[in-house]
């Protein structure tokens, strides 16, 4: 099993994860190899909280262009994670939803 702090790469900010926030469902950019299991492992050890259920999607990195030559963005795999009713929210995210 890999270091919890190198499965979770960095949370992901955008509006689609704000709106998630209420529900306590906190979103991040994981490394593409991690299990359920271990993204959950992680984020317990990590941020001391219960982890209810992940969700996990493979994204393919959208194409890009200069000029005559094309090539694509990365490929990432994002989590959902979801908290259970009890635990505690996640601060980092708490600070930014205010």
Do not use: C, W
């Not at 270091?3 to 998630?20: G, M, R, T």
């Not at 926030?21 to 219960?50: C, N, P, W």
């Not at 994204?59 to 090539?71: E, I, N, S, Y």
């Amino acid at each position: 099993m890999q270091n919890a702090h190198d499965i979770i790469i960095k949370p992901v900010l955008s509006e689609k994860s704000y709106d998630y926030l209420a529900q306590k469902v906190y979103t991040f950019i994981v490394d593409k190899k991690a299990s359920k299991t271990e993204i959950r492992q992680a984020v317990e050890q990590v941020f001391g909280v219960k982890v209810d259920s992940v969700h996990t999607v493979n994204a393919l990195g959208k194409m890009k262009r200069q000029g005559a030559t094309q090539g694509r963005r990365p490929s990432v795999k994002k989590a959902y994670v979801k908290l259970k009713k009890d635990s505690k929210g996640i601060e980092f995210f708490d600070s930014i939803a205010q």
